[in-house]
T-cell receptor
Framework: GQNIDQPTEMTATEGAIVQINCTYQ??????LFWYQQHAGEAPTFLSY??LDGLEEKGRFSSFLSRSKGYSYLLLKELQMKDSASYLC??????????WGAGTKLIIKP | NAGVTQTPKFRVLKTGQSMTLLCAQD?????MYWYRQDPGMGLRLIHY???????AKGEVPDGYNVSRLKKQNFLLGLESAAPSQTSVYFC????????????FGDGTRLSIL
């Protein structure tokens, strides 16, 4: 079966750095997406990785290792508005997105 | 910038009732999707469409039907609502299935009593 694993919840301090991990086992791989979802709102796109390595976009970076079936989202200089759920999704061989259950990130002052 | 618009935003149904959820996008996207999101689970694909007049089943299609008569609209129907269909429903669209991300609507919160 196909599986995406993420920690259920993480807590970090305002101004700090946090890394959210995602491991996957899917039938094929055609890219990995990270989305942010604030409570009661729609998911919004953060980043996309299809090749191994690090993609940086402002305070957010995403890393991919296809051989290990592993990705992480790195958030720097945390702000209170970063409190949200972070969803990892993998595009499989049928070009469908397989979604993880999400990681709820709690930012404390 | 409307993007993806879902109606209604909230609805309460009784078991056995039917209803239609409407999704409209103004980005001229070819692909549209219906997902459901339940606590502790990832988004699950119900049905999707790769273009006007086409639909296909996703991971959890039972109890739902869809139609894509116009490129900008994707309708999700519940034929006979069941309590197990209580969920938050999200519509999404994308230009294609390649590297383009999916854009989501604000969701419809549906409760079946």
């Amino acid at each position: 079966g196909q599986n995406i694993d993420q920690p259920t919840e993480m807590t970090a301090t305002e101004g700090a750095i946090v890394q959210i991990n995602c491991t996957y086992q899917t039938s094929g791989f055609n890219g990995l997406f990270w989305y942010q979802q604030h409570a009661g709102e729609a998911p919004t796109f953060l980043s996309y990785n299809v090749l191994d390595g690090l993609e940086e976009k402002g305070r957010f970076s995403s890393f991919l290792s296809r051989s290990k079936g592993y990705s992480y989202l790195l958030l720097k200089e945390l702000q209170m508005k970063d409190s949200a759920s972070y969803l990892c999704a993998v595009r499989d061989s049928n070009y469908q997105l397989i979604w993880g259950a999400g990681t709820k990130l709690i930012i404390k002052p | 910038n409307a993007g993806v618009t879902q109606t209604p935003k909230f609805r309460v149904l009784k078991t056995g009732q039917s209803m239609t959820l409407l999704c409209a996008q103004d980005m001229n996207h070819e692909y549209m999707y219906w997902y459901r999101q339940d606590p502790g689970m990832g988004l699950r694909l119900i049905h999707y469409s790769v273009g006007e007049g086409t639909t296909a089943k996703g991971e959890v299609p039972d109890g739902y039907n869809v139609s894509r008569l116009k490129k900008q609209n994707f309708l999700l129907g519940l034929e006979s609502a069941a309590p197990s269909q209580t969920s938050v429903y999200f519509c999404a669209s994308s230009p294609s299935t390649s590297s383009w991300p999916q854009h989501f609507g604000d969701g419809t919160r549906l409760s079946i009593l």
